[in-house]
């Protein structure tokens, strides 16, 4: 069965580009979402395995969405052009740098993907 | 006439020829000399240029003495003017009272017995005369000294009103690290008063994280390693407050060549290292931005590969970033807050060209949109006039293009409507691929605002409707 995969970024070119990267790799996207709000409404109608998470959305930090994600325990890769000590909020979950590496895309979600617990 | 020529020797001898004989005998050896008829007159002429006094004992004994005395008492410290008091057979002062009275008075006395050989007083002359000589070379001496006194005195109140009133402030810190001398400048930097600073010590001011690489200075500089160093610093301020300072600090060694003091020089750089934070910050910024274009435009250039040939990569890349690059330059006009919703239309229309653009009617209320907003109507519209100029109604001689803008729905929730309407142009029939360019005008547009699309292929023409609730559009001044 095709993982779910909900896309969070407030650029829209970049949400559709990894869209069609991901879909390619064989996830199914289930939606593309640009603020809290659409993500949490995302996350109502269609469930998914793991979040692609911007690290910031309409120059808000997406800590706060970041920590409902791990509460609901629901697997992400966080997404930026910030390092990840400029990150305060990141954990253990991977980082991966804009512009993107479809290489190392992929190797962070699947790392996610294949934690148990998650 | 010189200090050298006024210097005489007085004499009062004004019994029958002594004062002609004593006159003749000082100037037989060059001693300049001038009689005086009484006391009084002696006392008048007194003075610092008198190098000796010659007198009889009877005139002393028969005269008022307390004028002279006061004059002798007055003497500045390096003068003690001689006197030969010539006096009777037999009468020295040991055994005569009214000599001895003399002595106390007069102080630097020589009695000469008469009658007297004339070799003895020009002797005893001479040696007054060289002692008083003496003195004035003292005088001299004196005088060099006070007047270096003074320099020295007018030197140091030079140096302290410089330490005092320097524009950075300065602290004199003994080896243990105690403010010996402190500045006003230095008080007003930390805040304490110069009696509360000198009773701490710079350790006890220093912000923590700062203090061992401080000390590691200055342990350098008591042996004597280094002569001086520098360090940006912080400090705590008697408030509480912390403030950064640039340190310099030399030292002052004794004769033994141990570092005596610690001179510091400290310079309030806090505003300074805040401009420095923020410069930091916006750097960091502008890096986060730059990675967010790049990853804009490498999600362009991956698009594009998806649906263009290798041939025609190169120019669509190029198009689509120029549309973007449009909207960046109107962004970064209004300090990244908003766009004009119709210089936006303009700018994406420009590449169209004369006399195609002149067919295209734009009709909408001046507004100003938010950065994602103008970013995905300004994609859609560049993706739109391609179109239009390769399939739709600006391919041929005919047909135009309407753009037009509005509000509607109620007052607390208005939606923004933006239409791109073709008319007059070839038969449409909707294309069988569905391409990047369709993606950006449906997809993309809609996502950017949280809105919807219509796109309809009616056979009159192409018509692009997107509408989006008005605060997810309009730019408001907060």
């Known amino acids: 069965m095709r993982r779910k995969i909900l896309i969070v970024d407030d650029e829209p070119m970049i949400a559709l580009d990894l869209e069609a990267s991901l879909t390619n790799a064989g996830f199914e996207v289930v939606g593309i979402a640009c603020t809290i709000k659409e993500v949490l409404a995302s996350m109502e109608s269609a469930p998914c395995d793991l979040v692609v998470l911007d690290a910031m959305l309409r120059d808000q930090s997406a800590g706060p969405l970041a920590k409902h994600l791990r509460e609901a325990g629901i697997a992400f890769v966080v997404a930026s052009g910030h390092s990840a000590k400029q990150i305060d909020w990141l954990e253990d979950e991977p980082l991966i740098q804009k512009p993107f590496d479809q290489a190392q895309l992929l190797a962070g979600i699947g790392q996610v993907l294949e934690q148990p617990n998650k | ?124 002359a001479l040696t007054a005369l060289r002692g008083r000589q003496r003195q004035y070379e003292a005088r001299v001496h004196l005088q060099e000294l006070e007047k270096g006194r003074d320099e020295l005195r007018e030197s140091e109140a ?4 410089t330490f005092e009133n320097a524009a950075i402030g300065i602290g004199h810190v003994a080896p243990d690290g105690s403010w010996l001398r402190v500045n006003r400048r230095l008080c007003e930097i930390v805040g304490y008063s110069d009696a509360e600073l000198r009773t701490k010590t710079f350790q006890e001011i220093t912000h923590p994280d700062d203090l061992a690489d401080d000390l590691v200075h200055v342990e350098r500089v008591l042996r004597r390693e280094i002569n001086e160093y520098g360090m940006e610093k912080r400090y705590f301020r008697k408030d509480g407050s912390i403030i950064w300072i640039n340190l310099t600090v030399g030292s002052v060694c004794r004769p033994d060549n141990a570092v005596d003091y610690l001179v510091a020089a400290i310079e309030d750089i806090t505003t300074r290292k805040r401009q420095d934070d923020q410069i930091q910050l916006l750097m960091r910024e502008v890096n986060h931005r730059s990675k967010n274009m790049l990853a804009v435009v490498q999600s362009i250039a991956n698009q594009t590969a998806r649906d263009s040939s290798p041939r025609e990569f190169a120019v669509d890349f190029m198009q689509r970033l120029k549309g973007l690059s449009a909207s960046q330059d109107l962004l970064i006009d209004r300090n990244w807050t908003s766009v004009g919703l119709t210089d936006l239309v303009q700018s994406q229309l420009a590449y169209l060209g004369s006399p195609k653009n002149e067919r295209v009617r734009v009709r909408g209320q001046p507004i100003l949109v938010t950065p994602s907003a103008a970013q995905g109507i300004g994609l859609a519209l560049h993706e739109l006039a391609t179109n239009a100029l390769k399939y739709g109604a600006l391919s ?9 803008w509005w509000r509607d729905g109620p007052e607390e929730a208005p939606r923004f409507h933006i239409a791109w309407t073709e008319r007059g142009g070839p038969e449409v029939q909707e294309p069988l691929h569905r391409g990047f360019g369709r993606t950006v005008i449906e997809r993309m547009s809609a996502i950017a605002v949280s809105g919807k699309v219509e796109l309809r292929y009616d056979s009159e023409g192409l018509a692009w409707k997107l509408s989006a609730p008005e605060e997810n559009v309009v730019y408001r001044v907060r």
């Open chain 2, 1 to 124: 006439m010189t200090q050298e020529a006024r210097r005489a020797a007085l004499f009062i001898a004004p019994m029958g020829r002594d004062a002609a004989i004593l006159q003749r005998l000082l100037e037989a050896v060059h001693i300049p000399c001038s009689p005086c008829r009484s006391v009084e007159e002696l006392t008048s002429r007194l003075s610092q240029d008198t190098t000796f006094v010659i007198a009889t004992e009877e005139v002393l004994n028969s005269a008022n003495l307390q004028a002279v005395a006061a004059w002798i008492e007055a003497q500045p410290s390096w003068s003690d003017l001689p006197f030969i008091v010539l006096i009777g057979r037999g009468s020295g002062a040991e055994r005569n009272p009214l000599a001895s009275r003399l002595a106390a008075i007069l102080g630097n006395v020589s009695f000469l017995e008469r009658p007297f050989h004339p070799t003895t007083l020009i002797s005893l």
């Open chain 2, 158 to 161: 030079r140096f302290r009103a």
């Open chain 2, 396 to 404: 041929g001689d005919r047909g135009g293009v309407m753009i037009d």
